[in-house]
Nanobody
Framework: VQLQASGGGLVQAGGSLRLSCAASERTFAYYAMGWFRQAPGKEREFVASITYSGGGTYYGDSVKGRFTISRDNAKDTGYLQMTSLKSEDTAVYYC??????????????????????WGQGTLFTVSS
């Protein structure tokens, strides 16, 4: 599955932004998907994941209560709605789909992160 993330940019602290992740194949609907981020000089961090059906979601501690992951399988697209943004949210954000359909959304957030197809990443910066 090829993934194309979009929606990055510059946003003020306290603001909101939505990222999108478009998949190239209809098989997207059979896989969990997740969002990760990587800030300069830091390791890749789990942000959120969602089950193939959208019925279950998981979040990293740093974004709980502020970010919401969702998906529209009819459009082969996943989303990450971000609110109450902080400067520490500045990073390149990647969407990912695991290589194996048996990989669960919960497993996506556990290191070492499962082998996945990654989008090219989209950068957004939160200005204080």
């Amino acid at each position: 599955v090829q993934l194309q993330a979009s929606g990055g940019g510059l946003v003020q602290a306290g603001g909101s932004l939505r990222l999108s992740c478009a998949a190239s194949e209809r098989t997207f609907a059979y896989y969990a998907m997740g969002w990760f981020r990587q800030a300069p000089g830091k390791e890749r961090e789990f942000v959120a994941s969602i089950t193939y059906s959208g019925g279950g979601t998981y979040y990293g501690d740093s974004v709980k209560g502020r970010f919401t992951i969702s998906r529209d399988n009819a459009k082969d697209t996943g989303y990450l709605q971000m609110t109450s943004l902080k400067s520490e949210d500045t990073a390149v954000y990647y969407c990912a789909v695991p290589r194996l359909p048996s990989t669960t959304a919960q497993q996506m957030g556990v290191k070492p992160f499962p082998a996945s197809s990654w989008g090219q990443g989209t950068l957004f910066t939160v200005s204080s």
